[in-house]
């Protein structure tokens, strides 16, 4: 019954994200990659999170970005951090991910980089199937 069905559902306040990482502070900072860079969180809930804030020039649409949230979304493995949802404000392309605080920094971080990883292998998949049916 607490399936993710609508995106709704997972969508956050660009408000309440910038609030949580005290407005992406540098000592809410975890990392930074190609995709973005990662900030902690803390919910008004009192829930810890990870924020991926990805980079300006990732090159996804809004509607790309929501359907692969969607799918990250049902993904859930134990022993990855949990998606909680996404904002989507403007330029601002944000995934929210459970802060797994009794783990490591760097098991943290790895296990996000999975996460990035997986993300951008639906990514390519979704494309590849989008110039498969153009080829038709």
């Known amino acids: 019954a607490n399936d993710i069905t609508t995106i ?3 969508q956050f306040d660009f408000d309440t994200i910038e609030a949580a ?6 000592e809410n900072k975890l990392g ?3 995709f973005g860079e990662v900030f ?5 809930s009192g829930q810890e ?6 980079s300006k020039s990732s090159g ?3 509607a790309e970005f929501k359907n692969e949230v969607v799918v990250v979304a049902k993904l ?4 990855l951090a949990r998606l909680l949802g996404f904002c989507l404000q403007g330029e601002e392309k944000i995934l929210v991910y459970e802060y797994v605080a009794n783990k490591s920094l760097d098991y943290t971080l790895f296990v996000l980089t999975l996460r990035f990883i997986m993300e951008g292998a639906l990514i390519i998949r979704s494309l590849a199937r989008r110039q498969a049916n153009f080829g038709q």
Do not use: C, D, M
């Open 8 to 10: 709704e559902s997972l």
């Open 21 to 26: 990482t005290n407005k992406f502070s540098a």
């Open 32 to 34: 930074e990659g190609g």
């Open 40 to 44: 902690k969180g803390t919910l008004p």
């Open 49 to 54: 999170i990870a924020v991926k804030r990805l």
């Open 60 to 62: 996804q649409g809004g």
């Open 76 to 79: 859930q493995h134990r022993n």
